[in-house]
């Protein structure tokens, strides 16, 4: 494969991860974030970086030359204003999706939240956050994109690679699961055909570490 792999959110706990694990592999990537002045301190030299900001859409443009797969982990901390989740979370991810499908990008993957099909979950509390992020979901899978939609459950600041992890789809299961592995299944879906296409929950429970990723993911039906 040739192209960059354009991370979005990548100073956030979840992005941090997938810059990281995407640099360990040594794949060429380029982060776009809204303050670059973090960028060294967390990760040394990244050759790409765009200042950019996802509720703009004029500062998206040039961050997708010759990207080929996005990997967007944003998520706002504001439940009302400018930063709020209908901002961040369906509006920002809908311009990304739009600027991605200007660019022929041909993979994006999104991160998105558990109960997101369950309006009165007490996480909706938080400025409708689940309904916005369920809005963005829908943004991306109706776009025309090649697309994977990673519902993770409850974030925790574990190590990663410590238990199981269990997937499923429908919205039907819920527990935690730590930034590290949410970015690892990142980087593994991104890599496997079978997660193509696909919206799926995960959770860590109890039991051995994923050693056979193939095989986690071949349970997966195509939303298409």
């Not at 809204?34 to 900001?53: E, H, K, M, S």
């Not at 030359?65 to 920002?92: K, L, M, W």
Request: charged letters at 20%; proline letters at 5%.
């Amino acid at each position: 494969m040739t192209g960059l792999v354009l991370v979005v959110g990548a100073t956030g706990g979840v992005g941090q991860h997938v810059t990281r694990k995407l640099m360990a592999r040594g794949e060429p990537l380029c982060l776009l974030v809204r303050n670059a002045v973090r960028i060294r301190t967390l990760f040394g030299d990244v050759p790409c970086v765009f200042v950019g900001d996802t509720r703009q859409t004029d500062t998206l443009t040039p961050a997708f030359q010759d990207v080929r797969a996005v990997i967007c982990a944003t998520g706002t901390t504001t439940p009302v204003g400018s930063n709020s989740p209908e901002h961040v979370d369906y509006q920002g991810v809908r311009n990304l999706v739009e600027a991605a499908r200007a660019a022929r990008v041909e993979h994006f993957l999104l991160v998105s939240s558990c109960a997101v099909t369950k309006p009165d979950h007490p996480l909706n509390k938080f400025g409708q956050v689940l309904t916005w992020k369920l809005k963005g979901e829908d943004a991306l899978r109706a776009s025309g994109l090649t697309y994977t939609i990673v519902r993770p459950g409850g974030l925790t600041n574990e190590p990663g690679g410590q238990s199981a992890l269990v997937l499923d789809q429908g919205d039907r299961i819920s527990g935690m699961i730590s930034r590290a592995d949410v970015a690892e299944v990142c980087i593994q879906a991104w890599l496997q055909p079978k997660a193509r296409n696909t919206t799926f929950e995960v959770v860590q429970t109890q039991g051995a570490p994923v050693d056979d990723w193939a095989a986690l993911f071949a349970m997966l039906r195509s939303d298409r």
